[in-house]
T-cell receptor, first 113, second 108 residues
């Protein structure tokens, strides 16, 4: 299985600011994904991070709010822009594996004041 | 959108088998059924997946009905550390759409 790390592990931010979350995997992977988990809720897929092209966003998520980069096959970033308290969530990245399984990072716990 | 339905919670006695059901009546022929669990808001942990046949690994067994419209995850000897939210997911072109999951409470 892939080893995935995320930075930061948690952060407290002021409304109106932006935070960039990093996801690093220890091996090259084809697909990387970003999820959001709001307090007490299940995971919601935000987007697929595509290497060398623009991310593919799910319904309800837009690039201006959640810009994503994927510069290579082991790294991706998600930015949460112009934050409001409603953006307080755990943000998780995941990667596919060669066995058709997704592995998840530990998550980034974001609190917006 | 999630294509699965699970009971919101279940209890299980420690040492007994935990049987977690999942309905996925609209599953397509090439879609796999995956099970993950999440402990204390950590990243979800992969458990098992299958297409048609029953599967078993060191963590659990997966029983899929012949019509593939439902499945059951079996933890053969539940421990307190198995207390978690268990998610049943139907894989749609590598995208996972999580449902609400089942909160399994393993009790001494």
């Amino acid at each position: 299985s892939a080893v995935i790390s995320q930075k930061p592990s948690r952060d407290i931010c002021q409304r109106g600011t932006s935070l960039t979350i990093q996801c690093q995997v220890d091996s090259q992977v084809t697909m990387m994904f970003w999820y959001r988990q709001q307090p007490g809720q299940s995971l919601t897929l935000i987007a697929t991070a595509n290497q060398g092209s623009e991310a593919t966003y799910e319904s309800g998520f837009v690039i201006d709010k959640f810009p994503i980069s994927r510069p290579n096959l082991t790294f991706s970033t998600l930015t949460v822009s112009n934050m409001s308290p409603e953006d307080s969530s755990i943000y998780l990245c995941s990667v596919d594996s060669r066995t058709d399984t997704q592995y998840f990072g530990p998550g980034t716990r974001l609190t917006v004041l | 959108d999630a294509k699965t339905t699970q009971p919101p919670s279940m209890d299980c006695a420690e040492g007994r088998a935990a049987n977690l059901p999942c309905n996925h009546s609209t599953i397509s022929g090439n879609e796999y059924v995956y099970w993950y669990r999440q402990i204390h808001s950590q990243g979800p942990q992969y458990i098992i997946h299958g297409l048609k046949n029953n599967e078993t690994n060191e963590m659990a067994s997966l029983i899929i009905t012949e019509d593939r419209k439902s499945s059951t995850l079996i933890l053969p000897h539940a421990t307190l550390r198995d207390t978690a939210v268990y998610y049943c997911i139907v894989n749609n072109f590598n995208k996972f759409y999580f449902g609400s999951g089942t909160k399994l409470n393993v009790k001494p």
